[in-house]
């Protein structure tokens, strides 16, 4: 049973666009919500993370946007670059396991 | 500063054949963990360690082993390897309520 739901499996935008990827959660334990960015050959890094007791969270281009109601939160790249062509998972945690639970990944493309 | 340094690279079997993915860190974390990665799977936790000498089993412990002698080591043992268990894999390390740190990877085949 996956813990968290993640979508879509891949992604193509045009330089310039904005790329939006979203995951879904139903265990509500869940206090710690991570994306991670991964490039062929490397291990997967951390991107930007939120904690459900904000709604949103910047960082340069990159915009985690939480609905702790509806147990959903995505990821926003503005102004997506070549560059950002890369795999990128959503995970969840809860602290008193501190495990993570991660999605199945996007692998987003961004045309020149 | 190396971070999470796994070894090898890269590494193919033969079914029934055993062997051990190596897994050391430098920053002193008190966690360490092993994952798997599938395509349309993510990543699936296999075993972790919350420090020396103390492992647990996560999502897909079946077929491997873990030991956890040292703060900086945690290798993973395939006992007979399967098919199935070609994968990536991924060791992570961190501190309790920090991020996952993890390495680059060990990319294995099993024929």
């Known amino acids: 049973q996956q813990q968290v739901k993640q979508s879509p499996q891949s992604l193509i935008v045009q330089k310039g666009g904005i790329s939006i990827i979203n995951c879904a959660y139903e265990n509500t334990a869940f206090d710690y919500f991570p994306w991670y960015q991964q490039f062929p050959g490397k291990g997967p890094a951390l991107l930007i993370a939120?904690?459900?007791?904000?709604s949103e969270k910047k960082e340069g281009r990159f915009t985690i946007s939480f609905n702790k109601s509806a147990k959903q939160f995505s990821l926003h790249i503005m102004d997506s670059q070549p560059g950002d062509s890369a795999t990128y998972f959503c995970?969840?945690?809860?602290?008193?396991?501190?495990?993570?639970?991660f999605g199945t990944g996007t692998s987003l493309t961004v045309i020149p | 500063n190396a971070g999470v340094t796994q070894t090898p690279k890269f590494q193919v079997l033969k079914t029934g054949q055993s062997m051990t993915l190596q897994c050391a860190q430098d920053?002193?974390?008190?966690?360490m963990s092993w994952y798997r990665q599938d395509p349309g799977m993510g990543l699936r936790l296999i075993h972790y360690?919350?420090?020396?000498?103390?492992?647990d089993q996560g999502e897909v412990p079946n077929g491997y082993n873990v030991s956890r002698s040292t703060t900086e080591d945690f290798p993973l043992r395939l006992l007979s390897a399967a098919p199935s268990q070609t994968s990536v894999y991924f060791c992570a390390s961190q501190n309790r309520g920090s991020p996952l740190h993890f390495g680059n990877g060990t990319r294995l085949t099993v024929t």
């Open positions: 995970a969840a945690r809860t602290y008193t396991g501190n495990q993570f639970y």
């Open positions: 920053m002193n974390h008190e966690y």
């Open positions: 360690s919350v420090g020396a000498g103390i492992t």
């Open positions: 939120i904690r459900p007791d904000v």
